[in-house]
Each structure stands twice: as C-alpha cells, then as structure tokens.
C-alpha cells in the first residue's frame, strides 16, 4: 500500500497528475488516497507518483 507523510506533502498535486485514479486533492487541499490504490493495474503509477513527487512525501509499504 502507498503511505503519505503528510508532514512532508505540500499538496502540490503532482501525484494527483501522474496517478489520477489514486490520488484526489480535497476542498482543503488534502491529499486523498482512493481505494484504487489497492488495484494492481495502478501499481505502476503509483510508483512514478513515489518517484514523481518533489517533496518525496510517498513511501510503497509491501
Ligand atoms: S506529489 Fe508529493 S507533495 Fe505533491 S501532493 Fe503528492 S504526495 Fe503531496
């Protein structure tokens, strides 16, 4: 599963753009990780969101 260090997010949406169907940005610019994270089809996205964000605020936990 994909784990977000809200600490570190800054809610600029990269994530949201490389992995759309995992990631939403709510009213209040809160990162949102949809229950489609859970799908193997999306596991590559969501790896170039790990590698994509700027703020290197994504960790994949097996
Ligand atoms: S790319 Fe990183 S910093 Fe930007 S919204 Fe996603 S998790 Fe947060």
């Known amino acids: 599963?994909?784990?977000v260090?809200?600490?570190l997010c800054?809610?600029?949406g990269v994530?949201?753009?490389l992995a759309p169907d995992v990631f939403e940005l709510d009213d209040d610019d809160q990162l949102i990780?949809?229950?489609a994270a859970d799908l193997p089809e999306n596991?590559?996205?969501i790896?170039?969101?790990i590698a994509g964000c700027p703020r290197a605020a994504l960790r994949w936990r097996p």
Request: charged share 40%; aromatic share 4%; net charge negative.
């Open 47 to 49: 790896d170039d969101a």
């Open 10 to 12: 800054e809610a600029n």
């Open 43 to 45: 596991k590559a996205a």
């Open 15 to 17: 994530c949201v753009g």
């Open 33 to 35: 990780v949809t229950d």
């Open 1 to 3: 599963m994909v784990e």
């Open 5 to 7: 260090d809200f600490d």
